[in-house]
């Protein structure tokens, strides 16, 4: 079997302003840093009925002169991006998405535990310089950590950040990730890893990933749930790395754990 994977983040790995001044949680800089994965299983289906509903939606008078809706602005007449997306168009979304067979992983880091690394790093190696690449790279290969051995084959949807081409970088994440598997249990894999740098546009399976991503960011900093609820069903993991009440490697969130706001009560809110 051949697993479709389509890879995108939500929030930034930027902490530092000018002179190293931390602007974490501050506007326009996140306070969390999350990294998703949804598997889907027929990625060519899911891609056709995202076209045909985007071409509904314009073809609907209703919309008709919405700024968004209009090609020259490049938002939702090219590609779903649910920032962007009217909220009556988001429902209808979230709607065709829990109606395909969808599994979602997804890794969480809250910036201020990073900066805590960083600044205790400087102390202990003279010379080191944060990059958001190194937090990206780490989120990966945790978020991979046991996806990676079971099938026969992995294509690996990333969607492009900037105009860097990090495909080497994150195929030698991936091959990192199963090595450490492999040398943990002693499960050697074989299966053949694809990457493939792609924009939301030209992958319908990258536009709902986002979608999954931006209802886990609204519940990290905002503390809104309603969303993060009607997709819980089509989520298997999420893995939030610095939830350390209770265990050092943090605190996993499944169908039989759900991540709510009570699980989050003693956790200090997000902006």
């Given at each position: 079997m051949i697993r479709n994977y389509f890879v995108d983040e939500a929030g930034d790995g930027t902490l530092f302003a000018e002179r190293g001044r931390v602007i974490v949680g501050t506007q326009g800089c996140s306070?969390?840093?999350?990294?998703?994965?949804?598997?889907?299983?027929?990625?060519g289906?899911?891609?056709?009925?995202?076209?045909?509903?985007?071409?509904?939606?314009?073809?609907?008078?209703?919309?008709?002169?919405?700024?968004?809706?209009?090609?020259?602005?490049?938002?939702?007449?090219?590609?779903?991006?649910?920032?962007?997306?009217?909220?009556?168009?988001?429902?209808?979304?979230?709607?065709?998405?829990?109606?395909?067979?969808?599994?979602?992983?997804?890794?969480?880091?809250?910036?201020l535990k990073v900066v805590a690394y960083v600044h205790q790093r400087n102390v202990n190696q003279v010379g080191y310089r944060y990059h958001p690449n190194e937090l990206y790279d780490y989120m990966v290969r945790r978020l991979f950590k046991n996806l990676l051995h079971k099938e026969d084959g992995y294509?690996?949807?990333?969607?492009?950040?900037?105009k860097e081409d990090r495909t080497a970088a994150l195929i030698q994440a991936l091959n990192k990730t199963r090595q450490r598997f492999a040398e943990d249990?002693?499960?050697?894999?074989?299966?053949?890893?694809?990457?493939?740098?792609?924009?939301?546009?030209?992958?319908?399976?990258?536009q709902a990933v986002d979608y999954f991503l931006w209802a886990l960011q609204r519940f990290y900093e905002r503390r809104e749930d309603r969303y993060l609820n009607y997709i819980w069903p089509a989520i298997r993991l999420v893995h939030d790395l610095d939830d350390t009440r209770n265990y050092p490697y943090g605190r996993y969130y499944t169908q039989k754990r759900p991540l709510t706001l009570a699980a989050l009560e003693d956790k200090t809110p997000g902006i």
């Open positions: 306070r969390y840093f999350i990294l998703g994965m949804l598997d889907v299983i027929n990625p289906e899911l891609n056709t009925q995202i076209n045909v509903l985007r071409a509904d939606l314009l073809a609907d008078s209703y919309f008709q002169n919405v700024p968004s809706m209009q090609p020259a602005y490049k938002k939702t007449a090219l590609a779903f991006h649910a920032k962007d997306d009217l909220p009556e168009v988001r429902r209808e979304v979230f709607s065709l998405l829990m109606q395909h067979q969808l599994r979602f992983f997804a890794v969480v880091r809250d910036k294509n690996i949807y990333f969607s492009k950040r900037g249990w002693g499960i050697q894999s074989s299966a053949i890893i694809n990457v493939y740098p792609h924009t939301p546009l030209a992958q319908g399976g990258l």
